[in-house]
């Protein structure tokens, strides 16, 4: 902000100077010329901590999602009677890959972006619950139809092909 405002009043000062007639001095045009290139050097140095923020973010949403759901599950375990087990078990490492491939900046999470905010997030939503419970491919096109604004043929290929690929893939 302090470097904005600098170059902010030196270039009103050097407009100033221009307009009442007056030569202006080597030295505010060199400052002019420094504070652009610092003010152009913080804006891409913000730049790659936003991307590099971006990614660890995501990591970390992906990991509190799974260990939520591991927490849960042993939560539950821990409430049935002995001998008793969970069926089916939660599909960790595929709830990770459909996780990683939902979010904002992978290109499923871009292709779902472009469907608007709301319908990317309940196709997000509807996607990573389905694989969480074991869901089939058509039971989970069937619910991302809407936000697919009815087209219930892209929703199945975008189902099918983000299902297999989180099994094939972990």
Sequence with gaps: ????????????????????GEVIDPGWLYRQYRLERIEASVRASLSIYLEFSKRRI????????????LDAS?????????????????????LSAIVSAVRPGAPLGDLLEG??????????????????????TREIAREMRDSFAGNGTRSLVVA???????????
């Design 160 to 170: 099918r092909t983000e299902v297999l690929r989180a099994y094939r893939d972990s």
């Design 74 to 94: 042993d939560m539950l375990r821990a409430t049935l009677p002995p001998g008793l087990a969970i069926a089916p078990p939660l599909p960790v490492a595929q």
């Design 58 to 69: 995501s990591r970390a949403t992906t990991s509190a999602v799974i260990s939520g759901q």
């Design 115 to 136: 469907l608007g905010k709301r319908a990317a997030e309940e196709a997000r939503a509807v996607l990573v619950k389905g694989v969480a419970l074991g869901r089939g």
């Design 1 to 20: 902000r302090r470097i904005r405002a600098d170059l902010a009043k030196l270039t009103a000062d050097l407009d100033a100077a221009r307009r009442a």
